[in-house]
């Protein structure tokens, strides 16, 4: 009786365990998708479905006309539109930072935010190869561009534009000497140009507006 | 009313204009990407409509403009549009004054470039014919940049340059605007404009000017705009809407 015991607590306790470490490697799942994308897991290719469940590690692209919803295990929502390449890492709990790698496009994240959490602590970030987008807010976009000319900097080729629509977002470059952090505000944005450290936060999408065209 | 003579500065302007611009860009982006085709291509369509009264005249004008990107930095583009004009003359108008206090209706359909060189400037030259109550050749451009964007209050310059072979009439606009408020659903501007208008029927050079407040809301992609003074006209108000739908292909 008692072997039967302790054979049962045993079980229970590699189960739970088992579902734990289940539950810290599965950082979110598909929950919208349009066109062609593929996850690259352990160097393996397949085409991304709805429902399918994320590991982190797992590395995602979209091709042209395409976009992929994420659902992150705490509920927070990534966008990641056409041409563009990611890499999910972290686990989202609520007390742990979590992260995902924008390596290549545009992508919007709409995370969940506790005000019980530390205000001076991000609980997801943004990677690109040369920033950190840190979140205390929830909503704001990330794009990574190569290959072509920086506005304002026309020697650069290579820049991160981040704007937020709620919420507050600190951006740094980690490549820079000088890396000094940009506190981006709700309707702001910043671009961090090669290896410089985050332009003076600006109004978002001015891009949008131009003369006031009474014609 | 057709004064052939009368247009022959703006047109030297416009063609100086273009013959500029054309050296610069051969200059600017020998070796660049500006010849390679967008991608994606991008398919955009604007709805417009306006409204200016003054204790002279009122007009009210609303079409719509079809923008289809060739590279990154140029695109054609296609407009239509209807006009009233509910009696006299002004800076917007390709008619000739008057005699009676009549409305009086004329289409607009136009075709040209629009090249935006870098991130938040563009020129767009559109040259057309009316049909209607205006009957004859349009030319117009249009130039808008920030100046310092990367502060919280970034300038925005524009101008437009149009002129109408119908009344030999050249009209231009200057408006400076500056960001007051961005959040995250909506861009709160405010500033000066004016506009100056003559040769043609309108004979000597005539001005107005006055404050500016526009609003970009986001989500809509809806820019609103006013302004209000005071100029040759008289007291005068001025509104315009637009709202852009915008396509990847």
Redesign the interface.
């Given at each position: 009786m008692r072997k039967n015991c302790l054979s049962g607590s045993v079980l229970i306790l590699t189960l739970l365990l088992a579902s734990q470490v289940f539950a810290q490697d599965r950082v979110g799942s598909i929950t919208g998708l349009e066109g062609e994308s593929t996850l690259e897991r352990a160097g393996r290719q397949s085409p991304v479905a709805l429902a399918m469940e994320l590991k982190g590690g797992d590395r995602l692209r979209t091709g042209?006309?395409s976009h992929l919803n994420i659902t992150l295990a705490d509920g927070s929502q990534l966008t990641l539109f056409?041409?563009s390449s990611m890499v999910l890492g972290g686990v989202p709990s609520t007390h742990r930072a979590s992260l995902a790698n924008l390596l290549k496009g545009r992508l919007r994240s709409l995370i969940q935010w506790s005000p019980s959490l530390s205000s001076s602590s991000s609980v997801f970030e943004v990677h690109t190869p040369n920033a950190i987008a840190g979140v205390r807010g929830t909503?704001f976009e990330t794009a990574y561009t190569e290959g072509?000319?920086c506005?304002?900097f026309p020697d650069c080729l290579r820049y991160t534009d981040v704007g937020?629509?709620?919420g507050v977002v600190e951006v740094s470059n980690p490549t820079s000497k000088t890396a000094a952090p940009v506190t981006v505000t709700?309707?702001?944005e910043t671009?961090v140009p090669c290896e410089l450290p985050p332009?003076?936060?600006?109004?978002?999408?001015?891009?949008?507006?131009?003369?006031?065209?009474?014609? | 009313m057709r004064k052939p003579g009368a247009s022959k500065p703006a047109l030297l302007a416009i063609a100086f204009l273009a013959i500029a611009c054309l050296c610069w860009i051969s200059s600017s982006y020998a070796g660049t990407d500006f010849f390679d085709l967008a991608n994606p291509q991008q398919l955009s369509l604007t709805l417009f409509a306006s409204g200016f009264g003054s204790e002279k005249y009122g007009t009210t004008h609303g079409g719509l403009q079809l923008e289809q990107t060739l590279t990154r930095y140029l695109a054609v583009a296609a407009s239509i549009s209807a006009y009233q004009l509910y009696q006299g003359t002004g800076f917007d108008s390709p008619l000739a004054p008057a005699s009676r206090s009549a409305t009086r209706n004329f289409g607009r359909f136009e075709g040209g470039v629009n090249f935006t060189p870098i991130e938040g400037t563009s020129l767009a030259v559109l040259g057309g014919h009316d049909v209607g109550d205006s009957d004859a050749p349009v030319i117009d451009s249009q130039f808008s940049s920030w100046l310092i964007p990367h502060s919280l209050h970034p300038l925005n310059i524009s101008f437009t340059l149009a002129h109408y072979y119908n009344n030999g009439v050249t009209s231009g606009t200057v408006d400076l605007r500056t960001v007051l408020l961005s959040t995250g659903s909506f861009i709160l501007l405010g500033g000066a404009g004016s506009a100056i208008w003559g040769g043609g029927s309108a004979r000597n050079a005539k001005a107005q000017a006055g404050p500016d407040l526009g609003i970009f809301v986001r989500d809509l992609h809806l820019r609103i705009n006013l302004q209000g003074g005071y100029g040759s006209s008289r007291t005068y108000g001025l509104v315009s809407f637009s709202r852009t739908f915008t396509w990847d292909e």
């Open positions: 042209s006309h056409e041409d909503d072509r000319p506005p304002g937020v629509f709620k709700e309707g702001h671009k332009t003076a936060s600006a109004p978002l999408g001015l891009g949008e507006i131009g003369g006031p065209s009474y014609h | -």
